[in-house]
Nanobody
Framework: QVQLVESGGDLVQAGGSLRLSCVASGTFFRLNTMGWFRQAPGKQRELVAVVRRGGTVNYADSVKGRFTISRDSAKNTVYLQMNSLKPEDTAVYYC??????????????????WGQGTLVTVSS
């Protein structure tokens, strides 16, 4: 199977920066899309940013110009650089990945995996 482990969450003042990391491990053929979601207290989980295997990225409007997602395919790692943080960025940030797993039949199946989450708190 596939496991995702996030790190980098912390308490930071408004205007500050943080860098989140997420490392994928386990047995898989390849990682397709990797991304970050977040869930604030009392709110639904929402997409923050996603990067596809070919390098295409998408961001939520609320983080455009402040956050940058990147991936190191050789290390099976995705990063989220967060600058100019705001109190409304406070949330648990979850890493998400879509992995292709080869089956004994030779076919592939797609598995969506979530990390355990890392807490980002931005104080005003």
């Amino acid at each position: 199977q596939v496991q995702l482990v996030e790190s980098g969450g912390d308490l930071v003042q408004a205007g500050g920066s943080l860098r989140l990391s997420c490392v994928a491990s386990g047995t898989f053929f390849r990682l397709n899309t990797m991304g970050w979601f977040r869930q604030a207290p009392g709110k639904q989980r929402e997409l923050v940013a996603v990067v596809r295997r070919g390098g295409t990225v998408n961001y939520a409007d609320s983080v455009k110009g402040r956050f940058t997602i990147s991936r190191d395919s050789a290390k099976n790692t995705v990063y989220l650089q967060m600058n100019s943080l705001k109190p409304e960025d406070t949330a648990v940030y979850y890493c998400n990945a879509e992995a292709s797993l080869q089956q004994p039949s030779g076919f592939y199946r797609i598995l969506e995996v979530w990390g355990q989450g890392t807490l980002v708190t931005v104080s005003s």
